[in-house]
C-alpha cells in the first residue's frame, strides 16, 4: 500500500474515545454502573467495548450472567484478540484482563507490538471503549488516566467513599488528569441527599484541585436495583422506567454529546492512546 493510501485508510477508522468508570473504594456499584453504561449507549446504536480492569474479580460477567471462555493473557498463548473479546447478549463486547495486570506488561515487546496491531483493527471499529477500574488509586493505572477522554468517579453518601472518592480525584489532579469529569452519587435515599452532596463534593474538588465536574449525576437506592442484581439482568433493561435507569441514560448521553452525536474533540490520536494504555511508548 503506497503511503498516500495509508494515511486515506487511517483517517477513515473511527476514533473510539475511552471512558474510565473508578472509585476511591469497593463496594459503591462502579461495576454496576459500568455495565449499565454500555447497555445504556449501546441502545444509542453505539459500538462498545467494555475492558474489565477489575483485575481478580468477574463482576461484570456476574452481574450481566455472563460467561467469557478467554481473558487477555491467553492472547500470548495465541489466540487472537477476536476470540478474546466476546460479544456479549446485551450488544456490547466485553474483554477481561484476567487475574493480574501485571501479567499483560510483562510480556516481551514483539508480543506487545501484535496486540498493539490486532487491538488498533478491532479497537478502530468501536465508538467507546469503557474501562472497568479497581476500586482505588494505583499507580500500575497512570498510562490509563492519561489517555482517558472521559472519567465518571462513583461514590456513595457513605463518608468513607466521600473521603477516598476526593482523595483520589486529589491525586489525579496532582497527576495532571485532562479528561472531561463526571460524577455518580450512587445509593442515595433521596434526590435532595444527591443534590446536596453533589453540591459540596463539586465545591471541595473546585477549591482544592484543579478539577472541575462536566455533569452529576444523582441514582436512588431503589430496592429493584438489587433484585437486578441477583436476578443477573441489568436494570435499565429489567427496569426500564425507575429513577437509576434516568439516572444512567442521562450520564450516557452526557458521554455521547448533545443528541447522542459525537461531537467532542480529541485530545491524542487513537493509536497513541493505545500505545500508552499496553506501555508501548508514546
Do not use: C
Request: charged content about 25%; glycine content about 8%.
Amino acid at each position: 500500500m503506497i503511503p498516500d493510501q495509508a494515511a486515506t485508510l487511517r483517517n477513515k477508522l473511527k476514533t473510539a474515545r475511552f471512558i474510565t468508570i473508578a472509585s476511591g473504594k469497593g463496594g459503591v456499584g462502579k461495576s454496576l454502573v459500568t455495565m449499565n453504561v454500555a447497555i445504556s449507549l449501546s441502545k444509542m446504536n453505539k459500538k462498545v467495548l467494555v475492558i474489565d480492569m477489575d483485575v481478580g474479580f468477574a463482576n461484570l460477567e456476574v452481574l450481566g450472567g455472563i460467561h467469557l471462555e478467554h481473558t487477555l493473557k491467553d492472547f500470548f498463548s495465541g489466540i487472537s484478540l477476536n476470540e478474546i473479546v466476546e460479544k456479549t447478549k446485551y450488544g456490547f463486547w466485553l474483554l477481561s484482563s484476567g487475574n493480574d495486570v501485571n501479567d499483560i506488561y510483562a510480556f516481551q515487546m514483539g508480543e506487545k507490538e501484535r496486540l498493539f496491531s490486532e487491538f488498533q483493527r478491532f479497537g478502530s471499529e468501536m465508538d467507546y471503549i469503557l474501562i472497568d477500574m479497581g476500586a482505588g488509586y494505583s499507580s500500575l493505572m497512570d498510562n490509563v488516566y492519561t489517555i482517558t477522554d472521559d472519567f465518571i468517579l462513583v461514590i456513595t453518601p457513605e463518608p468513607t467513599a466521600i473521603m477516598d472518592g476526593y482523595t483520589f480525584l486529589k491525586i489525579l489532579s496532582i497527576k495532571g488528569l485532562k479528561s472531561r469529569l463526571f460524577l455518580i452519587v450512587n445509593m442515595v435515599n433521596d434526590l435532595s441527599e444527591g443534590r446536596l452532596l453533589i453540591k459540596k463534593f463539586g465545591e471541595v474538588t473546585s477549591k482544592f484541585t484543579s478539577l472541575r465536574f462536566e455533569k452529576s449525576y444523582s441514582i436512588l437506592n431503589d430496592p429493584r436495583v438489587k433484585r437486578s442484581v441477583r436476578e443477573q439482568k441489568p436494570f435499565v433493561i429489567s427496569y426500564e422506567k425507575i429513577q437509576p435507569t434516568f439516572g444512567i441514560m442521562g450520564i450516557s448521553s452526557a458521554i455521547a454529546g448533545k443528541d447522542g452525536k459525537d461531537n467532542i474533540p480529541e485530545r491524542m490520536s487513537f493509536a497513541s492512546k493505545i500505545r500508552r494504555f499496553f506501555r508501548l511508548g508514546r
